[in-house]
């Protein structure tokens, strides 16, 4: 099993701190969510294997570089979206897989209503985002389903998570890697984390 990577840098916590402000719009919140999810990705891509290819620049031949694997993004609907936007335009040749879950919200179990899963996990380094792994039943259920489907490099960025939803990713998937910019205290009594930053889906989208 993995530690987390606990992402610090200041201009992570910045954007952190705007969008667990209660008073921060829905805009706002998506603007700082986009920024903060492309530092993360920057991190959590930081060891990704790159293949030599040659550069004519205007004054000379040089070497370059261009990712060894495809790299496939899987937002777990509908939050995951919020990442999906502040990374894609870093790798616009990444595929997007994705997978749909929803807590019940008596129980907080992960429902599951929907997947469309590329042919090309199993050689893909694949990246699951989620802005908040609370239980953590949603983020294992997605990284059972995308095990299923044969990925065998997965990641997962998650911008706040808590004690419990990263021990039931040790526990469930202790091979998977996770980034993310905050451990926070823990869960309320309905398994919302705390201090958090609320509904993370309403946020996003104002709904
Ligand atoms: O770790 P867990 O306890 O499973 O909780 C975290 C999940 O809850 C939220 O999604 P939600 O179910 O609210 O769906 P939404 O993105 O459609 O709002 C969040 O985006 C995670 O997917
Ligand atoms: O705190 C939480 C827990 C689950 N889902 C959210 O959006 N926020
Ligand atoms: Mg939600």
Redesign the pocket.
Known sequence: MQQPVVVQHPLAQCHLAAIRAVGTSSHDFRRHLNHLARILFIQATSGLPVQPTQVQTPLAQTQGAQLARPLVCVPILR?GLGLLDGILPLVPEAVVAHVGIK?NEET?LPHAYYANLPASLPEADVFLLD??L??GG?ACEAARQLKEAGAARITLICV?SCPEGLAAMARTHPDIPVFTAAIDDG?NER????P????????YFGT
């Open positions: 939050a807590r907080a802005p908040m609370a239980t949603s706040v869960l398994s919302y984390i705390v958090g930053l609320g509904d993370a889906g309403d946020r």
